[in-house]
Every structure is written in structure tokens, then in C-alpha cells.
């Protein structure tokens, strides 16, 4: 009931600024301290020191470094993905799901997932990873 309030008073303007909105499940006592198969912290700077990588040598042209800093004329301009690739997004913003702001969102952070996956270019399983994280907790009850 608590969460459904805090929620409540947070504004539409004010939510489509956060990039990621996810719920994440409580931890039951029973799971709490078991070990679990987790990728190794090792592992894991070294995809994103690989993914600040790419993101570096494909934005350095345009003066900037990270998928954060490109602005949405750039998005749908010279790095503008191709319509099959974000069917979905066209299809969210048409409906009034998505915002143009929230397009531009979630067009970043499928960059940065495919930067992570070391693709060259998000794909549509990248487009729709994120569009889910950025709609997961609007989605939820």
C-alpha cells in the first residue's frame, strides 16, 4: 500500500526521467545467504570497461562519451536504427505508451545493452530488453 502511494504522488513528467524502472522481488529468508551461480565482479568491469569502450570510439566523433550524453536529434538522426529494428518503440509511441523523451530513454539504454553484448548496433531483442526495464514497474500492479 505504501509502495502504491510513493507512486501515486511521483508525477508522469517526473517518472519518464528515470531511464530504469524496475521491481525487484523481496528476499525470502529461505534464499537469504545461499550461494547462487553469479558472474564474478571480474567479469563483469571488464564488460563494461569494454562496453565505455565502444561507446568511446563510436561517440568520440561527435564529441561525447557515453550513451548518456547523445541527445535525441543524434538518436533519430546519424545513429537512427532501422524501423523493423524499433517497430515496437513507433508502436508504444504511437499508443501514448511511450513519450518522446521516454523514446529517446529507452533508444540509449538499448545502446548500452547492445555495448554490453558487444553488438555494433542494438537489435530489436536489445530495443525490447529496454523498453522493459524502462516499463516494468508501470506495467506491474
Known sequence: IMRRRYQARM???????VDIQLEVERVSLAGFGQPAAEEG???IAERVRAARTR???RLLP????????????LLRGSLRLDAPTT????????RGVLTARGYDRVLRL???LADLSRHDVPDADDVGQALGLRQAAAVSP
Open 62 to 73: 561527435f564529441g561525447m562519451e557515453t550513451n548518456a550524453q547523445v541527445p535525441g536529434r
Open 110 to 112: 538499448a545502446w548500452t
Open 41 to 43: 565482479t571480474a567479469s
Open 55 to 57: 561507446q568511446l570510439d
Open 87 to 94: 517497430r515496437i518503440l513507433d508502436y508504444a509511441l504511437e
Open 11 to 17: 508525477s508522469g513528467p517526473l517518472l519518464d526521467r
